[in-house]
């Protein structure tokens, strides 16, 4: 069945950079587009990148454009995120996924 393994996420300060990787199983990996969700406390989960599965294209929100940066290893089957200039905003449970699959995420704290 798909799964998802995120990993790399911790408690930085505000300002500092984070790699999350996002290992997956049960799939083609290398024909699905993949994206990076985040839940952050009290809120909704919001998408705030995307890759095609040629790894040529990429989508940001405005939230994080210009600051993360979404890759992916298609021999190894893995997603990552850089995540440089963290603000305490950024604080979240990150996730990866393709619909309707999730992962159990990995916690991102920054603090200030």
């Known amino acids: 069945q798909v799964q998802f393994e995120e990993s790399g996420g911790g408690v930085v300060q505000s300002g500092g950079s984070l790699r999350l990787s996002c290992l997956a199983s049960g799939f083609r990996f290398n024909t699905y587009e993949m994206a990076w969700y985040r839940r952050a406390p009290g809120k909704e989960r919001e998408m705030i990148a995307t890759?095609?599965?040629?790894?040529?294209?990429?989508n940001y929100a405005d939230s994080v454009k210009g600051r993360f940066t979404i890759s992916r290893d298609n021999d190894k089957k893995t997603l990552y995120l850089e995540m440089n200039s963290l603000k305490p905003e950024d604080t979240a449970v990150y996730y990866c996924n393709i619909s309707p699959y999730w992962g159990q995420g990995t916690q991102v704290t920054v603090s200030s």
């Open positions: 890759i095609r599965w040629t790894g040529g294209s990429s």
